[in-house]
């Protein structure tokens, strides 16, 4: 069965710091893979998403994200935090073929000043 | 603008009690879906719809219903509400491709007790 796992429920960072947010996904056939976060008080939005071609993904924020299927990772990274990053990301597979979404149990960004 | 609009927000009611939440896309997606998510446990798909009248359950369909009559319209329904089903609720929706991101709503806020 598909599980997405987000090492760490919590993370802080100064604010400058790199930022690196874990996502280890299982799944027998490459998924597709989303990244989204989600400010207080509202719902998910989509920060960058992989599907085919190349494995370095950017997204929006200065957000990025790396597949590399050996590790069946697809981490989350930002060279510079801001203190607007600041939020909750969710990591999310979905299978070639299937309609269902898995979304990891979430990563709580703060960034300290 | 493009948008998935969740009424209520909030809904503080007592168990047993029959409850309906909305949601309406204004995208012509044909992909809904409706999400719970609890503190540790991310985002728990309850029901999709490909298209109207196509719905499937999701991995915590047990106490929900749902119906599609509508393309832009998902309502999710509690016949007999239960203090376990206290959570957040999203919808959300996209294009019928499995590499779509999916838009979500603001979320729903249900108390049952």
């Known amino acids: 069965a598909q599980s997405v796992t987000q090492l760490g429920s919590h993370v802080s960072v100064s604010e400058g710091a790199l930022v690196l947010l874990r996502c280890n996904y299982s799944?027998?056939?490459?998924?597709?893979l989303f990244w989204y976060v989600q400010y207080p008080n509202q719902g998910l939005q989509l920060l960058l998403k992989?599907?085919?071609?190349?494995?370095l993904v950017k997204g929006i924020n200065g957000f990025e994200a790396e597949f590399k299927k050996s590790e069946t990772s697809f981490h989350l990274t930002k060279p510079s935090a801001h203190m607007s990053d600041a939020a909750e990301y969710f990591c999310?597979?979905?299978?070639?073929?299937?309609?269902?979404?898995?979304f990891g149990a979430g990563t709580r960004l703060f960034v300290k000043a | 603008e493009a948008q998935v609009t969740q009424n209520p927000r909030y809904l503080i009611t007592v168990t047993g009690k029959k409850l309906t939440v909305t949601c309406s896309q204004n995208?012509?997606?044909?992909?809904m879906s409706w999400y719970r998510q609890d503190p540790g446990l991310g985002l728990r798909q309850i029901y999709y719809?490909?298209?109207?009248?196509?719905?499937d359950k999701g991995d915590v369909p047990e106490g929900y219903k749902v119906s599609r009559k509508e393309k832009r319209n998902f309502p999710l329904i509690l016949e007999s509400p239960s203090p376990n089903q206290t959570s957040l609720y999203f919808c959300?929706?996209?294009?019928?491709?499995?590499?779509?991101?999916?838009?979500f709503g603001d979320g729903t806020r249900l108390s049952i007790l």
């Open positions: 959300a929706s996209s294009f019928d491709r499995e590499n779509q991101p999916q838009h």
């Open positions: 799944s027998s056939v490459p998924p597709y």
């Open positions: 992989y599907t085919t071609g190349a494995t």
């Open positions: 999310a597979v979905r299978n070639t073929g299937g309609f269902k979404t898995i």
């Open positions: 995208m012509n997606h044909e992909y």
């Open positions: 719809s490909m298209n109207v009248e196509v719905t």
